[in-house]
C-alpha cells in the first residue's frame, strides 16, 4: 500500500532513486549542499552522495545550466536547480540557445540530457520575483520538453521521467503545491511519460484544460457544475511541451466545449496555443469559443489581497464554465 | 608567474615542421574561404582568423584525443587540427549533408563529441560555462585530460566568462582559458569595452594565474600552453592565457573594416606570425626549399580536394528542416 507522500518529498524521493540507480546523475545549484535546498528539496542528498554529487555553486544561473550541458555532453544526466522559476530568466540563453538547438546543429549526433527544476507559482505571498509563471517561454523554444506536474505521484512520477529523457526538460515544480499536495506515491519504479495528459474527472458537457496548481481548483469548479447538471472533463496537462494533442482532441469530440485555465498570464500563455490548435484542428466540433480564465496581464503583486485579486480560483472557473454551457 | 622559458617543452624538428604545416593550411584555408565568399559560392557566416593561427597551433599541437576544446568563431583551424577532415570542414561552410551540422548551420556551431570538440552558439563567451562542465566532468572522474576553452577579449566582458572563470576557480578545474585578444570586438576597441591593459588581470580575481603573451609567436604560445597543461593535469587548476593578436579581416568577410587604420594593418601585418615562424626554423637548418615547396603542394592538395569534395556533395533534403530536434 502505497504512503501518503508530499508534493516536495515525491520530488526528493525521485531524485534520490535517480541517483541511487545511475551514478551519471546528479544535482548542482545554489544551496542544494549543506543547505538542502532553500524549500528543502534537496535535503539528504549532500549527506548521502557527497559534494561531487551535489553541487552548490555561486550564485550563477547561466554558468549553472552551461555546466550541466557540459557535464552532458560526457554522458552526465544532470539536474539543475533554480532556485526560483523567477531567476531562470538568468539562466535564459544557455536554455534556450545552448541546450535547445545543441541536437539540431550537430546534426542528430549528440543529446542533451539535463533537467532544469524551476520551482514556480504564486498563492505564497512571493511578491514579483518569487510567484512566476515561465512555462511559456520555453514550450515556445523547439528542442525542450516542458513539464508541470499537478500532484506527489506525477511530481516523482515526471521528474523520473525527465531525468532518464534524452533531450533538455524544464521541470516547473510549484511551490503552492509543495508541502499542500499529499498523496500516495509508490516507492520506486513508477515512471509517469512525458507527454501524456491524464484526465482527473470525466464528463460530457465541457473541456477543461489546465496543469499544475490549477487542477485542485478546476476539480472544485467541476463538481460545483456538477451540482447544476453540467459534466465537465478535467484533463491535466501534465506536459506542456510536446501537448498530448491526442487527449485534448478526443475530449473536444465528445464535448464540443474548451475551457482552458493556467496561472500564468493571459497573452501568449499555454491557452493561446491550445485555444489556436483546437480552432485549427478541431473547428467543426466546437459548439463555442474557446474560452480561458488565466492570471490577468500583469505582475505578481506582494498584498495578499492584491495577489488573491490575480490568482484564477474556483469561484472564477464556476463563472467562465456557466458562460460554456449555456453558450 | 615567471617568464616563459620557450625552450622547456622541447620539440623535435619534424614536429616543428608539422606546426608549419598547421600554420600554412589554416591560413591557406581561411583565404581560400574569403575568396569563395567574394565568389559568391559560400554564402556568408565566414569570420576568418586570418593573422591568428598562431594561436590555434601553438594550444592545439600535442593535445591528446581526451582532452577537449571549446573554439570560438574564428577557430575552424582547431577542428582540423583535432581531427576532423578538411572536406568535413569545407562541406560545413558549403552548408552541405557532408558537414557537421548537415546544413543547418555554416558556421563552427556544431561540435564532435568523438573527438573532444565543442561547437558554440553565436552568444560569445557561452562556450565556457561549458567548458566548465566538460571540466567538471573530469574532475569527477578524476582524470588527468583538460579542457582548453577559447574567447575574446571582447566575450570577457560578458557574464557567462566571468561565472565560468569564478566556478573553475572555486573548483580548481582542468581548464585552460585561451583569450584571443585581436583588439576588437567587432567594430569597438578594447579600450572602448575594457579599462584595464590586459585581459589577463581577470584571471586574478578569480583566484589563479593570468599570463599576457605575444599571441603570433606560436612557440610562445605553445610553450605557455604546455606549462598551463601540465599545472591542470597535475590538479593545480586553471590558467588564463592571453594572447595578443590582430585579425586582418573584418569581423567577418562582409565587413570592411573602415574602424581601424591602414597603419595599424600594416603594422600587425609586419608581425605576421608565418614569416616569423619561417624564420626561425630556416635559420636552424629545420626547413628547406626543397620542404618548403613540399609543404606548399600539400597544403593546396588539401584544400582542393576539400572545395572539389564540397561543392560535389549533395544539398540537404528539405524535409531534415525539422528533424533532429529531439533525441
Known sequence: MPKDVSYLDAIKQALA????????????????????????????????????????????????????????????????????????????????????????RYGGRVACPIVVRAPGGGNVSGGLYHSQNPEAWFVHRPGLKVVAPSDAFDAKGLLKAAIRDDNPVVYFEHKYLYRRAKGPVPEGEEIVPIGVA??????????????????????????????????????????????????????????????????????????????????????????????????????????QVLEQANLPNAAKIVDALRKLAAY | MPPIKRTKFKLSPEQLLEMFYWLKLIRAFDLRLSTLVKQGKVRSGVYTGIGQEAIIVGTCYGLRKDDYICPLHRDLGSFLMKGVEARVMMSQMFAKTTGLSKGRDSALHSGVPELGIFGNTSMLGANLPVAAGIALSYKMEKRDDVVIAYFGEGASNVGDFHEALNFAGVQQLPVVFICENNQYAYSVPIE???????????????????????????????????????????GDGPTL???????????????????????????????????????YLRTRHILDDDQAKAIEARVEHTIDDAVEFAMSAPDPDPAEAVTDLYA
Open chain 1, 17 to 104: 532513486e535517480e541517483m541511487r540507480r545511475d551514478d551519471k546523475v546528479f544535482v548542482l545549484g545554489e544551496d542544494v549542499g549543506v543547505y538542502g535546498g532553500a524549500f528543502g528539496v534537496t535535503q539528504g542528498l549532500y549527506e548521502e552522495f557527497g559534494e561531487m554529487r551535489v553541487v552548490d555553486t555561486p550564485i550563477s544561473e547561466s554558468a549553472i545550466v552551461g555546466i550541466s550541458i557540459g557535464a552532458a555532453l560526457r554522458g552526465y544526466r544532470p539536474v539543475a536547480e533554480m532556485q526560483f522559476a523567477d531567476f531562470i530568466s538568468c539562466g535564459f540563453d544557455q536554455i534556450v540557445n545552448q541546450a535547445a538547438t545543441l541536437r539540431y
Open chain 1, 198 to 303: 491524464k484526465t482527473r474527472r470525466e464528463g460530457k458537457h465541457v473541456t477543461l484544460l489546465t496543469y499544475g496548481a490549477m487542477v485542485t481548483p478546476s476539480l472544485e469548479a467541476a463538481d460545483t457544475m456538477s451540482k447544476a447538471g453540467v459534466e465537465v472533463e478535467v484533463i491535466d496537462l501534465r506536459t506542456l511541451a510536446p501537448l498530448d494533442t491526442a487527449a485534448i482532441f478526443a475530449s473536444i469530440e465528445k464535448t464540443n466545449r474548451a475551457l482552458i485555465v493556467h496561472e500564468d498570464v493571459k497573452t501568449l500563455g499555454i491557452g493561446a496555443e491550445l485555444s489556436a490548435l483546437i480552432m485549427e484542428e478541431r473547428f467543426d466540433h466546437l459548439d463555442a469559443p474557446v474560452l480561458r480564465v488565466t492570471y490577468p496581464d500583469t505582475h505578481a503583486p506582494f498584498a
Open chain 2, 192 to 234: 572602448k569595452s575594457m579599462a584595464i591593459d590586459d585581459v589577463a588581470d581577470r584571471a586574478r580575481g578569480y583566484g589563479f594565474d593570468g599570463v599576457a603573451i605575444n599571441g603570433n609567436d606560436v612557440l610562445a604560445v605553445y610553450q605557455a600552453t604546455q606549462g598551463a597543461l601540465a599545472r591542470a593535469r597535475e
Open chain 2, 241 to 279: 592565457i592571453e594572447c595578443k593578436t590582430y585579425r586582418w579581416h573584418g569581423h567577418s568577410e562582409h565587413d570592411k573594416a573602415f574602424y581601424r587604420s591602414d597603419e595599424e594593418l600594416a603594422m600587425w601585418k609586419s608581425r605576421d606570425p608565418i614569416p616569423t615562424f619561417t624564420t
